[in-house]
Every structure is written in structure tokens, then in C-alpha cells.
């Protein structure tokens, strides 16, 4: 798409070589950087994974008993509840204060889910990113997440990602507009290593800058580095997708009406989850209490979730999974629609408390249970009908975050990258459709800005 608007520059040009010239040193710049910045992603991803993967066994698993399911593509969905549950609220609450003191004494703009904080340095400081932040969010966002908060890795891989971009472009003395450029090539970079989706990433990184654009001229870049942290981060852990292939998936026209209701629903409480979640938000900077204690009191709350219901516990993946699977035994509709409110109010403790982790795999999470509590309402509404829970679970994930994030056809790829389902795609994007009207100007991210033509955007 860039390369087409270098040939719209040059139109009036006669002599072709000067558009070859032009593309070819376009290229000369961006597929090195791109390379180089997808490495580094790749590299920071398998970090933060490991680092996730240790935690994770040593707080929950080691002290607790809890041994949460996996999602298909990175183990097995067995499960244990814990064993001694009343464990939890210390554990939830030493990650949390462990990762509140990391974060305020070295890097505070690490703080929270991190999204927010790159998509501002983009717009606001240049694409300028301190080098100490990706570690600083590494460490921090491992130790939250790993102890049980509820979050995921995809905001911090999104910061760290720009932290990276960024160190590049000081690197190598690039431009303000280049280095804007190598942020979002290493935001997309990230997300498309730790969720095995190199096209979702790219287009992700470059649409969730705006509620209601898209940054063209990063598309490119970024691509080429999602792609090579994606060949590197795969290479290690498997090329398997983050989310095991369902048995079945049933894609009937005649059923789109039904994701469109679901689309609804999604809107409606993706809506009450940005509400909820900047309210307590707003809740925990109102405390007159040293700033790294507030991560380690929403922890602890957390904490005592988790000890009745431990499926808001961490990122929550095994969990859709099985759902995905349609073990229903496992998870019961009760718990499926127990858990969908009960994850928002344990995300907003997690992250809206200053604790470090994305919002991205809650809201997969909390979309899901929503597509398969729907699935139930409308396998007993319409008995006649053939349906499956994958594909509404699916539809569910893609329009909650789409609606919420305002990233619709990033989020539809990736979803169905992460899923390796692509028959699905249209219901998914009638339902993602749905929900983006619905949520309206709400989202989850409010450093995003209407349109590349925003005064705080830079020129082009």
C-alpha cells in the first residue's frame, strides 16, 4: 500500500527509473531495520514467555497446588484446583507488590497494561521510549502475571516491543518520523512473536494507534519484522497456534443473524468493562497510599477471586480452551458466565491498581465465555440448528476486543491466526462489526487519537 503511494509521488515523473530508485531505497532502509527490530522482539518475547512459564510454576503451581490449563497450542489443558486456595491472596499480593516497587522505582511509566504508554509515545514524544523501560516491563509484568493477576502479555510485548524500536532508531540517528515508524514495527513485532500471528501483529500495531484510522506508512515495516519474530519465536516454542483446532467448526449463512446478537452483547459489555475498569482505576489513583502498594492491594483482591473462582486467574487461554473443546463438564455455563464478570472486575484490580499486564487476553477471555454462554442460549432457543461452540467462542474473542480496542480487522486476523481458523472469519467480522458501532468512541485505550489528522500526530 506504501510502496503504491511512492509510485503516486513520483506520477508525474516520465523517467521510471526514478520511481524504481525510490522504491528500492525505500526498501534498502526498512527490510534491514525491519529484520534487525524483529529479532530483538523475537528474542524479548521468548524472554517474557519463559519468564512467565517459571513464575507461573513456582507461585501457583509450587505454593498453591493451582496448576491452570493451557491453551492447545502450548500444552496440555489439565488442570488442578489448588490446594491450599487460602495461599492465593499472598501470592497474587507478593507479585503485585514485587512488580510495584520494579516499576516506581525504575521505570513508572511502566506501569499498567503498556499499550496505552506506547501508543502515546508515538503521538506524543517523538516515538521516543526510554531504554530502561522493556525491562523494567519484562520483569514486572512476569511477576504479575506469573503470581495470578489477571492480564496478559500482550500490552507489556507491545511496550517492550516499542522500547525496542525505539532503541534502534536512536541507534542509528533516525528521524523523528522513522523512529515513530521503528516503534510500530516493534510493537507489531512483539505481539505477532508471543501470539504466533505475524499479520494480525502488523496490522494490529498500526490500527491501534486510532479509534478511527489506520498508519499506512508503518504497515510495511512492521510486517517485515512481525514476520521475522514470528520465524524466530516459533522456531523455539513450535509452530503450533496458541489455541489447539476445535474438532469442528460449522459456518452456516443462515446463522449470521445470531453472531450479529452476539456482536451486541459484545458492545454492550465491552462498554461496561471500559467503564468498570476506569473507575476502579480512578479508585486505586484516589488512595492516599505510596504507589507501589496499590498493585499489591489489587493483587490481593484478586487473590480472594481467585480462591472461588480460579478461572480469573492469570491469562485465562486453558480455559477458553476448554470451552473451545466443548468439555463442558470442566466448565459449566454457570462458571462460564460467572466468569465473564467476574474476570473484569479481577482484570480492573490487576492492571487498573498499576499492576503490569495487557488487557488483550482478558478481553479474549471475557469475550469467549461470552460466545459460548450465547452458544448455550441459542443451542436451546434453536435445538434444530447445527452449532458449535468453537466458532461463537471464536466470533466472541474477535468482536470484544474489536469493539473495545477499536482494532476490527486486526483482531479479526489475529483471532483467527491464534486459532488457525480462517471459516470463521465472516461471522467473526459481522459480529466485530456490530460491536465496533456499538462501543461507539468508548475504548479501552485513551491515548489513542481520532485520526492521523489529530494536531498531536506528526506531519506528513
Keep these: ?81 489448588p490446594s491450599v486456595p487460602f495461599l492465593l491472596p499472598i501470592v497474587t499480593c507478593l507479585g503485585g507488590l514485587l512488580s510495584g516497587l520494579i516499576v516506581y522505582l525504575f521505570a513508572p511509566e511502566a506501569e499498567g497494561h503498556g499499550t496505552d504508554a506506547a501508543i502515546d509515545a508515538f503521538h506524543t514524544t517523538g516515538g521516543e521510549v526510554r531504554v530502561r523501560v522493556p525491562l523494567v516491563k519484562m520483569v514486572a509484568s512476569a511477576l504479575t502475571i506469573g503470581s495470578g493477576g489477571s492480564a496478559g502479555p500482550e500490552g507489556p510485548i507491545i511496550q517492550i516491543g516499542a522500547g525496542l524500536g525505539s532503541f534502534v532508531g536512536k541507534m542509528l540517528r533516525l528521524n523523528t518520523h522513522d523512529r515513530r515508524i521503528a516503534e510500530v514495527a516493534g510493537m507489531g513485532a512483539g505481539v505477532a512473536s508471543i501470539f504466533k500471528a505475524p499479520f494480525g501483529g502488523a496490522l494490529l500495531s498500526c490500527e491501534i494507534l486510532y479509534i478511527r484510522d489506520f498508519e499506512v506508512k508503518a504497515l510495511f515495516p512492521s510486517l517485515v519484522a512481525s514476520l521475522v519474530g514470528y520465524l524466530l519465536f516459533s522456531s523455539v516454542t513450535g509452530w503450533a497456534p496458541l489455541f489447539g483446532q476445535a474438532s469442528k467448526y460449522v459456518f452456516n449463512p443462515l446463522n449470521l443473524p445470531l453472531y450479529a446478537i452476539l456482536g451486541l452483547a459484545c458492545g454492550i459489555v465491552g462498554v461496561l468493562f471500559i467503564k468498570s475498569f476506569y473507575r476502579i482505576a480512578g479508585l486505586f489513583h484516589g488512595l492516599r497510599i505510596p504507589c507501589f502498594l496499590k498493585p499489591a492491594l489489587g493483587g490481593v483482591l484478586v487473590g480472594f477471586i481467585g480462591m472461588f473462582l480460579p478461572q480469573v486467574l492469570g491469562t485465562g487461554y486453558g480455559w477458553l480452551q476448554i470451552a473451545m473443546n466443548e468439555e463442558f463438564e470442566k ?85 483467527s491466526e491464534i486459532t488457525r481458523c480462517y471459516i470463521i472469519i465472516i461471522p467473526s467480522a459481522v459480529s466485530t462489526a456490530v460491536s465496533y458501532l456499538v462501543t461507539g468512541s468508548h475504548t479501552i485505550y485513551r491515548n489513542q487519537v481520532f485520526s492521523r489528522k489529530h494536531p498531536l500526530q506528526y506531519s506528513h
Design 1 to 81: 500500500m506504501f510502496i503504491l503511494q511512492l509510485f503516486t509521488k513520483v506520477k508525474k515523473v516520465k523517467d521510471h527509473s526514478a520511481i524504481y530508485e525510490m522504491i528500492a531505497k525505500y526498501l534498502r532502509k526498512w527490510v534491514p531495520l525491519g529484520v534487525v527490530i524483529g529479532v530483538l522482539c523475537g528474542i524479548a518475547s521468548l524472554i517474557l514467555y519463559q519468564a512467565i512459564g517459571w513464575i507461573t510454576f513456582f507461585l501457583l503451581s509450587y505454593v498453591t497446588g493451582y496448576v491452570p490449563p493451557l491453551p492447545g497450542g502450548e500444552g496440555s489443558v489439565e488442570f488442578t484446583y
Design 331 to 415: 466448565i459449566t455455563m454457570s462458571i462460564i458466565v460467572l466468569t465473564i464478570f467476574a474476570k473484569i472486575l479481577a482484570t480492573s484490580l490487576s492492571v487498573g491498581s498499576g499492576g503490569s499486564g495487557g488487557l488483550f487476553a482478558p478481553a479474549l477471555v471475557i469475550g469467549g465465555m461470552l460466545g459460548a454462554s450465547f452458544y448455550f442460549v441459542f443451542r436451546m432457543i434453536f435445538p434444530w440448528l447445527e452449532l458449535d461452540a468453537a466458532s461463537f467462542i471464536i466470533a466472541g474473542m474477535a468482536s470484544f476486543f474489536g469493539g473495545v480496542g477499536k482494532a476490527p480487522l486486526a483482531t479479526v486476523i489475529m483471532v
